[in-house]
């Protein structure tokens, strides 16, 4: 029998040349992280083989269920202690833990709250007497009275985290379609930026998400921001240049105070229910930004649920202003967070590669699009994977079946980033991670995945090739440490 | 600014490209498709908003709720109308709708029943005192007594046909684990093979599931067969050729009743669980049988939970008797029907391919394989995808999410079939049809896809080429017939 293609005996080879072509597959290693690699997988394996054992594994379980398994997993230790380098893919007013705004932003001094037909809150803080009644929602009722009237404080605090959170026990019970959890969504978003609106909660918040990142071993953020007015306590509004000025110089004062935290940059965004008239405006206003604070500005992107919203090329128009007046600016356009094959908002991939954005927000539909995916890995244009955004917001339920697996299988080019920790109960980057590394690389995935998925997370971002140099040298200096700490952590021969 | 990559202007070619390379999208088509494919898509399209707007999605949701809302589809009725050539990967137990089992064959004479401590139930038929009480089961009852006893005769009928069945009303509740669900899925299928096991039952059985797919439009199947015995009343076993020649001679009994009908081949397939000697005997047997029954015996296979079974490679030297004896055995594994990616079982599309399978059973996992990918689209190895199989064993939730989604996106081959129809209360190939077109194809999913899967379904199955021929011609009389059909059943300007 004459066989034209390859045998068994071929069989070693081909697994070398899938695995070289895995996400990280190709990077070479020092001895110590082959070290690190030996001891990463075995933990792994273990947690694994267990997992399908006993059908209770965190990644095919929904995020408010697993999350607890999650903080128990040693892999998701060592996910905590890597350097993550940069989260790229985060919005604004749902970066922080709520705690901080329930027990520390809600207790200032002057903070009122209504309450919405649908059992959601609204915040404001005002001069006693200067409030005005908020449209569909009750009277306003300062907080500081508020609570002395009430028995249980910490019940009550409990129920304005959950209001500014998707969490719940029963979520398959709770939100039954996509619909109702973008609604819900954004009535959390709302609340949230009805109290990070306040100019000296907007600071704070920002200064204290810095560190929550921080702690959690990331170097730089880039943040999707509305720059909705910020208020001050005598009704004054700030503009769009104040914000992006606030987010700048809080930035730098974390970074005096913490030097081994590279920054932060901003990509102006906005509704993408907008109209073209408004959305014409708003690009006039990006390029201006832009050429203005060129350190902090990072670019333009749209936000809001795409499969409601207008497609990118509904605004062809006016997006193609920049490039029609020879005026730089940047996108980072989200697109294909949908399941919907084939519908308007379908071709948002495609239309943005041909709009020249520079990275994807999520892309979780790409697979289904050919010519699309091909022209994201020519054009270098990287994913910014959120498997447990996806997840919460009901793209998919078992992360093992997240598209992303059989990118990661042909090392597309992508960062994971975590969308809007706050708002899903994680905190930084290392859930997602977990997720990512665990769910959808599976096995396969090894320490060389992780090394890459931080490497791209500077590569892809939108600092200056300088700042790049900068960030990869901080990096290295970071993962040699963390190198060592899982040397020391954990004994091999043990395992 | 320069640009050395597409740019809007290039929109239009790179969609006509991408739908090109879609399953189908190169197909040419008559002015009669035309007109069809436009009916289609307006009721495609109306039925995929409605979804979009009511989160009301039946591919979007659990088969057995599911079910009604298909069932109400004028796509589903276009579907059933339509010719849809040949079923190549189903199970010989679950081929017909278990009423029929119930209603028919637990009411022949000497049927007696016995209960097992989890719940599920055996038959078996035997002449009065003759028989054995089997291990871990009650005491054989009569039906015939038994029936005349209970109160309430349906619900009892009910209750075999649940025992028959996955089905159930809160299946998230009742299956928490894939673990599970397979224990009860072979508890299901071990209750089946104890009624059509005997003699009389196996042939009407066969006989009534040919008539199931005819009546469903479906020309042809192959089957896979563990070729237990079959016991006459008297207890005397038969053996497999016993077996193979009553599935050949009621087929060409079925054939002579209906001659528009293709015929039926057998897969004879054994556990995955076997030991190395165990299938050195079956291979030897399967060879056996092959050089027999070159018109019966399509080839070989091994059937179970792929996770819990050994993997392909486990059998190498087993596997490679017919090569290395230049004995022709055609082989079409299950592989890859798994969400764990890069565990021991998870070689097994790779694996399959390098043994030189014919077909692959699922692959389901075969996107994050790249190199055993682009050898299955190069070897022109076709997927058998199941997608309600996928769904209601536990692999994916929303079909939308189904991987074959981006395989039909790059045209791999494929065939789309139903595995076990009857355990999932399925009929014949339309409902696994139905979600391949609207939840794995999508909107870009036309009439072209449709035409391409049937004729998929014929190009790879195991008949001759002089068989494929006649099928062919076959079919394209009975494609033209159903493009008629719906032309007269849809009014166009109605729509
Ligand atoms: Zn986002
Ligand atoms: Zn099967």
């Known amino acids: 029998v004459c066989q034209t293609f390859p045998t068994p005996a071929d069989r070693d080879t081909l697994m070398i040349l899938e695995q070289f072509q895995f996400t990280g597959g190709n990077l070479l290693t020092t001895e110590k992280e082959l070290q690190v690699n030996y001891i990463l997988k075995k933990i792994k394996g273990k947690e ?4 399908m054992k006993t059908g209770k594994f965190a990644p095919a379980m929904h995020f408010f269920r697993a999350k607890e398994l999650i903080e128990q997993s040693p892999v998701f230790n060592i996910i905590q202690m890597m350097p993550k380098g940069a989260g790229l893919h985060l ?18 001094p ?6 919405t037909p649908v059992g959601g809150v609204r915040f404001h803080y005002f001069h006693r007497m200067q409030q005005r009644k908020m449209v569909n929602c009750s009277e306003w009722v300062l907080l500081e009275q508020y609570r002395r009237q009430i028995q249980n404080v910490t019940e009550f605090d409990n129920s304005l985290m959950r209001n500014l959170t998707l969490i719940t026990e029963n ?75 606030a987010y700048h110089e809080v930035a730098r004062q974390f970074k005096d105070d913490h030097p081994d935290f590279m920054g932060t940059k901003v990509i102006f965004s906005v509704h993408r229910k907008s109209n073209n ?3 014409k405006t708003a690009i006039y206003e990006a390029m201006e930004l832009y050429n203005k604070f060129p350190e902090t500005m990072a670019g333009f992107d749209m936000v809001g649920h795409e ?6 090329w509904y605004f062809r128009n006016e997006l193609s202003i920049p490039a029609k007046l020879g005026v730089k600016l940047p996108y980072f356009f989200h697109a294909g967070e949908t399941d919907w094959e084939g519908v308007h908002v379908d071709e948002n991939i495609l239309d943005a590669l041909l709009l020249n954005t520079s990275r994807i927000g999520h892309g979780y539909s790409i697979n289904k699009h050919l010519v699309a995916k091909q022209l994201s890995q020519k054009l270098d ?10 997840q919460v917001l009901m793209l998919v339920s078992n992360l093992q079946n997240h598209p992303a697996a059989a990118l990661m299988a042909e090392g597309h080019p992508m960062v994971i980033s975590a969308d809007d920790p706050a708002v899903f109960g994680a905190r930084g980057l290392s ?4 997720e990512a590394f665990m769910g959808i690389g599976g096995l396969k995935a090894e320490l060389t995945t992780l090394r890459q998925l931080a490497l791209n997370s500077i590569n892809y971002s939108a600092m200056s090739a300088q700042m790049k140099v900068e960030a990869i040298k901080l990096w290295q200096k970071k993962w040699d440490q963390f190198l060592d700490a899982v040397v020391h952590m954990f004994n091999s021969d043990e395992l």
């Not at 694994?48 to 997992?51: S, Y």
């Not at 244009?381 to 996806?390: G, H, R």
């Not at 859930?431 to 977990?434: E, G, M, P, V």
């Open 91 to 108: 919005h604004e007013y749902a970066l922080l833990s709520v705690d901080w705004l329930v027990k520390n932003a809600t207790y200032l």
């Open 171 to 245: 979520p398959e019970e709770a939100y039954q379609s996509q619909n109702i959890i973008w609604q819900r969504f954004s009535d959390a978003f709302a609340a949230a930026s009805s109290l990070i609106s306040y100019a000296p909660v907007f600071k704070t918040y920002f200064y204290e998400a810095l560190k929550e990142f921080y702690h959690d071993n990331v170097q730089y953020i880039e943040i999707r921001a509305l720059l909705l007015p910020v208020y001050e306590l005598d009704g004054t509004l700030q503009n769009k240049t104040w914000s992006i000025m």
């Open 307 to 312: 499969d409601a919203g207008h497609p990118l």
């Open 381 to 390: 244009v990287a994913l910014e994977v959120c498997p447990i955004s996806n």
């Open 110 to 115: 002057n903070c009122y709250i209504c309450f």
């Open 48 to 51: 694994i083989m267990e997992g």
């Open 431 to 434: 859930y997602d991670f977990y």
């Open 277 to 279: 008239t408004e959305m």
